[in-house]
T-cell receptor, first 115, second 118 residues
Framework: AQTVTQSQPEMSVQEAETVTLSCTYDTSESDYYLFWYKQPPSRQMILVIRQEAYKQQNATENRFSVNFQKAAKSFSLKISDSQLGDAAMYFCASWGSGGYQKVTFGTGTKLQVIP | ETGVTQTPRHLVMGMTNKKSLKCEQHLGHNAMYWYKQSAKKPLELMFVYSLEERVENNSVPSRFSPECPNSSHLFLHLHTLQPEDSALYLC?????????????????FGAGSRLTVL
């Protein structure tokens, strides 16, 4: 079984500043993937970034990067140079091998970007 | 149209009504999913279909009845719902439901159907 915990229900950041969203997870799988999904007001979930557990290098996608601490089971998302369009719900999620693509999601963090 | 399309966007129904949610994917994917999103709760996986065959049913009450007539279409038939069933219902698809979520094999979501049960 997998669990994903996001302890920050809401966060805010000033435009152009940097913000970090926290996520911890627990899994018994040795092979797993971690994700951050963004859900803007349009409600469509969009994959922001993905990390393979066996890769030690942190994933980056333009202004988005992760800090993957495998031993601590921590997977935080850093958004640099925040833009108004980054305002959304952000969900941390995990996938473990051995079955159908059962992605486990956290409860989400609502990010507000202040102009 | 491209991606995953869900209709209707909003639905209000009484507890005795029968309604259906529709999902269509234009990505050539082989797997489709229904998720329930309630406020302050993690997304709950309800059903998984692989090549039109239901492969996962996560203890969902029988008042929710899925149907997958082909790999591009997925329905969720609703009957005798309860107010606590009010939520955002998200449909998703992926290329392969078993293979690792690498490359393009990740969940692609629709914009959801907001359901309110009175």
């Amino acid at each position: 079984a997998q669990t994903v915990t996001q302890s920050q229900p809401e966060m805010s950041v000033q435009e152009a500043e940097t913000v970090t969203l926290s996520c911890t997870y627990d899994t018994s799988e040795s092979d797993y993937y971690l994700f951050w999904y963004k859900q803007p007001p349009s409600r469509q979930m969009i994959l922001v970034i993905r990390q393979e557990a066996y890769k030690q290098q942190n994933a980056t996608e333009n202004r988005f990067s992760v800090n993957f601490q495998k031993a601590a089971k921590s997977f935080s998302l850093k958004i640099s140079d925040s833009q108004l369009g980054d305002a959304a719900m952000y969900f941390c999620a995990s996938w473990g091998s051995g079955g159908y693509q059962k992605v486990t999601f956290g409860t989400g963090t609502k990010l507000q970007v202040i102009p | 149209e491209t991606g995953v399309t869900q209709t209707p966007r909003h639905l209000v129904m009484g507890m005795t009504n029968k309604k259906s949610l529709k999902c269509e994917q234009h990505l050539g994917h082989n797997a489709m999913y229904w998720y329930k999103q309630s406020a302050k709760k993690p997304l709950e996986l309800m059903f998984v279909y692989s090549l039109e065959e239901r492969v996962e049913n996560n203890s969902v009450p029988s008042r929710f009845s899925p149907e997958c007539p082909n790999s591009s279409h997925l329905f969720l038939h609703l009957h005798t719902l309860q107010p606590e069933d009010s939520a955002l219902y998200l449909c998703a698809s992926s290329q392969d439901p078993i293979a690792i979520p690498d490359g393009a094999n990740v969940l692609t979501f629709g914009a959801g159907s907001r359901l309110t049960v009175l």
